[in-house]
Every structure is written in C-alpha cells, then in structure tokens.
C-alpha cells in the first residue's frame, strides 16, 4: 500500500464529506452502468459500505464482473476521488444494523432486516483524489502558462494510491 498514511486519511476523509458517489458497474453487454449511492461507511480508508436492493440490475451485473469503480464530487468545494476496486454483496444482520438509518426506511420499510436489504462492499484497490484550489489559482496558473510558454501542470494537489491486497 502507499506508504504516505496522510494521502489515506485524506481520501477516507473526502469520502465521508461527499457521501454520495457514482458507482460504475458493467452491464450484460460490456457497457458501463453508472448509478448513484450513498455512502454508508468507510472502513479503515480500505473499503466502502452500501445498501442496496437484490433484485437491482447492479446484483446480476456483479454477479458476472465484480470490478467497480465509484466516484466523488464536490464542485462547489473543488475536491474530487476516484476509487476502483472489487465489489462482494453481502447478508449480514449486524452489519446492517451498524449502518443503519432512519432515512433508510425509506427504501427498506422493513428496517435492517429487510429481505430486500443487500450489503455492499468494495474493497479499494486504488484511490486517487484532486484537490483544486479557488478561481484566482487558475488565473495565476494561466498568466503564468502566457509568460512562460508552458501549460501549468496539476493546479492544486493530486495524489494516487494504490492499495497492496496481498
């Protein structure tokens, strides 16, 4: 894994933040499938938590391909994540109890024990995050790209992670 522990905290922290992600899964076809979700948990900057429903197109499709990827944005905030990694759908009382809701009735009117209610978990494999500062930056950035003759690089700050699974 990398070795800089800051770089996790950050994305795990970004995370938290943003809640809301786009998960890519591969339909039947090979195409992508992109679907909002909610972020329940990230555990130990190593794997995200979600609910989601067993008879949603997103089972059969992890079924077939378990690599995913899930994606953050905060516009307003100019800080992004990517993540890819592997998805396992799971039945799992207690945890679903531990993530639970109030708002989540809205969905599983069962509560946690909802035979509708499937947990999922990706295990990230690799991480990378931007962090963008404000529009005066890329006005500095592009004066200076003018004086120079040379396109600026990352404005802000990007980091990559990869994750070592063994």
Request: net charge negative; hydrophobic share 40%.
């Amino acid at each position: 894994m990398d070795e800089n522990p800051g770089d996790l905290a950050t994305v795990a922290a970004l995370i938290q933040d943003i809640r809301v992600g786009l998960l890519t899964t591969l339909d039947e076809q090979g195409r992508f499938h992109t679907r909002p979700v909610q972020t329940l948990q990230v555990e130990a900057a190593q794997a995200l938590w979600f609910f989601t429903d067993w008879s949603t197109p997103k089972v059969s499709e992890l079924e077939r391909e378990s690599r995913v990827s899930v994606g953050y944005a905060d516009v307003s905030g100019n800080r992004f994540v990517a993540v890819s990694g592997s998805a396992q759908l799971l039945r799992d009382a207690n945890k679903a109890k531990q993530l639970w809701s109030t708002e989540q009735l809205a969905y599983y009117p069962g509560g946690p024990g909802d035979a509708r209610l499937a947990l999922l978990r990706v295990q990230i494999e690799q991480a990378e995050y931007w962090l963008a500062p404000g529009h005066a930056a890329y006005v500095v950035a592009a004066a200076r790209a003018v004086l120079t003759g040379k396109p600026a690089g990352v404005v802000g700050e990007n980091r990559k992670i990869d994750y070592d699974l063994d």
